[in-house]
């Protein structure tokens, strides 16, 4: 509409048509143009209200110590008690708000009556009562309905921070309790015992494979130029090439744009974390931090998947976007940006299967990095580390010459039904499978996460219940979610330039990216070439 507005502008110009046509034309396109932002934002509200997850508060109340014990374990900020104190006073406003509501009903069945029954002096005086009583009883119901929201909202944002439940196997503690389960590589040996080690950044100059854009962007963005660039094409297309056709995951480029509320089902503090997304101004929008969140959107809120359709794999390429960047030795560079290129593994999966899908991306993952020569480490990530999201999670984390230290280029995730219970992911499950999940629930000791109960909306909403009682199918059951780091773009670039440096400069290029660089094998410095 804006081009058609410029459009017809022009031609006024050369036409010169009167004010009053050009008023006249001017305010249509506008209010066309009007309507349809109207159109795109009423859809935008559709979809961002299925997204909104539905509460089991009273589980959350009579589970409060099992809850309590692992939030801590988790070191969560979640007000529990607080939590629950407010969730009781939200129970006594809305038995209140309900006593209101059903009178309001009352008095309009009555009114409906009167009016069936003609008009007399009786009846009139008992009218003009109950009109009273209804004026009354609509002023009652606006406070009560504006402290009713107050309560719902303030316990729906606490409880959606409480974290998935954790698997028995995990260490508990902070970062620095991570077990490492596997040595994989040599560190590299390509340089002289005195020779000085160049990190990425210096390298990068040399080469000229990295520039800053602070000038075009601002601080923490950059531009991979010649082989760098090259790098990232090769990197993304051999990761996601070899997940499609070796492992037969189904290749989807995910969109940049997101809603916050999908962001914040899948465990980002979309609205009360603000260094966790970039927002768009003006639009309930926001960029996509990972294509994890896109990916499980294209599910959210569907009819049951069938069972045979499960696990569903999926691998997204997409751009990322993170406002937080730190400063620092550790975060020099291109090791933590704003921006950056990923390929990413998300699965769907039975209950059942996902401990042992967990296994599988995290060997994809092993496979990955060794062919690319590096040399790192797999971690077994603690409570404290998990985020809110993960029953469990595995680090790989890469040499990093210049730090002499490791450095984080991948993570696994087991998200169990933590996802899938806020978007509403479900299967249609075979009586098999429904007792094959009780097996594991009694086996585990698992206590059903605590969040969500998608046949119980404590927010006055009757929506029918998914179960059919008069099929013999058992109930449709949340699925599992998983996601997992293929190539995370910059810092692999990172490590391959500073683990392959050469004495003469050089950067050898990993042999499975050659045939993706023309059979490229060496980057040379820009003064040699």
Same mark, same amino acid.
Request: glycine share 4%.
């Given at each position: 509409?804006?081009?058609?507005?410029?459009?017809? #502008?022009?031609?006024?110009?050369?036409?010169?048509?009167?004010?009053?046509?050009?008023?006249?034309?001017?305010?249509?396109?506008?209010?066309?143009?009007? *309507?349809?932002?109207?159109?795109?934002?009423?859809?935008? =509200?559709?979809?961002?209200?299925?997204?909104?997850?539905?509460?089991?508060?009273?589980?959350?109340?009579?589970?409060?110590?099992?809850?309590?014990? *692992?939030?801590?374990?988790?070191?969560?900020?979640?007000?529990?008690?607080?939590?629950?104190?407010?969730?009781?006073?939200?129970?006594?406003?809305?038995?209140?708000?309900?006593?209101?509501?059903?009178?309001?009903?009352?008095?309009?069945?009555?009114?409906?009556?009167?009016?069936?029954?003609?008009?007399?002096? $009786?009846?009139?005086?008992?009218?003009?009562?109950?009109?009273?009583?209804?004026?009354? %009883?609509?002023?009652?119901?606006?406070?009560?309905?504006?402290?009713?929201?107050?309560?719902?909202?303030?316990?729906?944002?606490?409880?959606?921070?409480?974290?998935?439940?954790?698997?028995?196997?995990?260490?508990?503690?902070?970062?620095?309790?991570?077990?490492?389960?596997?040595?994989?590589?040599?560190?590299? *040996?390509?340089?002289?015992?005195?020779?000085?080690?160049?990190?990425?950044?210096?390298?990068?100059?040399?080469?000229?494979? %990295?520039?800053?854009? &602070?000038?075009?962007?601002?601080?923490?963005?950059?531009?991979?130029?010649?082989?760098?660039?090259?790098?990232?094409?090769? !990197?993304?297309?051999?990761?996601?090439?070899?997940?499609?056709?070796?492992?037969?995951?189904? &290749?989807?480029?995910?969109?940049?744009?997101?809603?916050?509320? /999908?962001?914040?089902?899948?465990?980002?503090?979309?609205?009360?974390?603000?260094?966790? +997304?970039?927002?768009?101004?003006?639009?309930?929008?926001?960029?996509?931090?990972?294509?994890? %969140?896109? +990916?499980?959107?294209?599910?959210?809120?569907?009819?049951?998947?069938?069972?045979?359709?499960?696990?569903?794999?999926?691998?997204?390429?997409?751009?990322?976007? @993170?406002?937080?960047?730190?400063?620092?030795? =550790?975060?020099?560079?291109?090791? @933590?940006? =704003?921006?950056?290129?990923?390929?990413?593994?998300?699965?769907?999966?039975?209950? =059942?299967?996902?401990?042992?899908?967990?296994?599988?991306?995290?060997?994809?993952?092993?496979?990955?990095? &060794?062919?690319?020569? +590096?040399?790192?480490?797999?971690?077994?990530?603690?409570?404290?580390?998990?985020?809110?999201?993960?029953? @469990?999670?595995?680090?790989?984390?890469?040499?990093?010459?210049?730090?002499?230290?490791?450095?984080?280029?991948?993570?696994?995730? #087991?998200?169990?039904?933590?996802?899938?219970?806020? !978007? $509403?992911?479900?299967?249609?499950?075979?009586?098999?499978?429904?007792?094959?999940?009780?097996?594991?629930?009694?086996?585990?000791?698992?206590?059903?996460?605590?969040?969500?109960?998608?046949?119980?909306?404590? $927010?006055?909403? $009757?929506?029918?219940?998914?179960?059919?009682?008069?099929?013999?199918?058992?109930?449709? /059951?949340?699925?599992?979610? !998983?996601?997992?780091?293929?190539?995370?773009?910059?810092?692999?670039?990172?490590?391959?330039?500073?683990?392959?440096?050469?004495?003469?400069?050089?950067? /050898?290029?990993?042999?499975? !990216?050659?045939?993706?660089?023309?059979?490229?094998?060496?980057?040379?410095?820009?003064?040699?070439?």
């Amino acid at each position: 509409m804006l081009k058609l507005f410029k459009n017809f #502008n022009q031609c006024n110009n050369k036409l010169n048509l009167n004010s009053n046509l050009l008023k006249y034309y001017t305010s249509k396109i506008k209010q066309i143009d009007q *309507n349809e932002i109207n159109q795109q934002q009423q859809q935008q =509200h559709i979809i961002v209200n299925q997204i909104k997850p539905r509460i089991d508060f009273q589980f959350i109340k009579d589970n409060e110590n099992q809850i309590k014990e *692992n939030i801590i374990k988790r070191k969560s900020p979640v007000e529990l008690e607080k939590l629950i104190k407010n969730y009781d006073e939200y129970r006594i406003i809305k038995k209140e708000l309900d006593t209101f509501r059903a009178k309001r009903n009352e008095i309009a069945s009555k009114m409906k009556l009167m009016m069936k029954s003609g008009e007399n002096n $009786n009846n009139k005086n008992d009218k003009l009562e109950l009109v009273e009583q209804g004026k009354k %009883i609509k002023e009652d119901l606006i406070e009560l309905e504006e402290k009713h929201d107050k309560y719902f909202n303030e316990i729906t944002s606490e409880a959606l921070k409480i974290p998935n439940n954790t698997h028995p196997s995990v260490p508990i503690g902070a970062e620095s309790n991570a077990n490492v389960i596997k040595m994989v590589g040599e560190k590299p *040996n390509y340089l002289k015992a005195n020779e000085p080690i160049r990190d990425h950044l210096e390298l990068g100059e040399s080469l000229g494979v %990295i520039r800053s854009a &602070s000038k075009t962007t601002g601080h923490k963005y950059y531009y991979f130029t010649r082989e760098g660039a090259m790098l990232e094409m090769a !990197l993304s297309y051999w990761a996601f090439s070899k997940l499609t056709y070796k492992y037969g995951f189904q &290749s989807v480029i995910t969109p940049d744009l997101i809603h916050p509320n /999908l962001a914040e089902a899948c465990g980002f503090h979309a609205r009360s974390d603000a260094d966790q +997304l970039f927002w768009i101004k003006d639009r309930d929008l926001c960029l996509s931090a990972t294509s994890e %969140i896109p +990916l499980a959107g294209m599910y959210s809120n569907e009819e049951p998947l069938q069972s045979t359709e499960l696990p569903i794999k999926m691998v997204g390429y997409s751009h990322c976007f @993170r406002p937080e960047a730190g400063r620092g030795l =550790h975060n020099k560079g291109i090791y @933590r940006v =704003h921006q950056f290129s990923k390929v990413e593994m998300f699965i769907i999966s039975k209950p =059942h299967q996902s401990n042992e899908i967990l296994d599988e991306l995290l060997k994809i993952q092993i496979e990955l990095f &060794s062919e690319l020569g +590096l040399h790192f480490r797999v971690l077994d990530m603690p409570s404290e580390d998990l985020g809110a999201p993960a029953y @469990r999670k595995y680090d790989i984390e890469v040499w990093i010459p210049s730090k002499q230290e490791y450095g984080e280029i991948s993570s696994a995730s #087991n998200c169990t039904d933590y996802q899938s219970k806020r !978007l $509403n992911i479900k299967y249609q499950s075979t009586k098999d499978d429904f007792q094959i999940q009780q097996s594991v629930e009694n086996n585990y000791k698992i206590i059903p996460s605590p969040q969500i109960d998608n046949n119980n909306n404590n $927010n006055n909403n $009757n929506d029918d219940d998914d179960i059919d009682n008069s099929s013999s199918l058992p109930p449709p /059951l949340f699925t599992h979610t !998983l996601n997992g780091t293929a190539c995370a773009i910059p810092r692999l670039i990172l490590a391959i330039l500073e683990n392959n440096q050469q004495s003469d400069g050089s950067v /050898l290029i990993p042999k499975v !990216l050659q045939p993706f660089m023309n059979n490229q094998k060496v980057i040379l410095p820009l003064n040699k070439k």
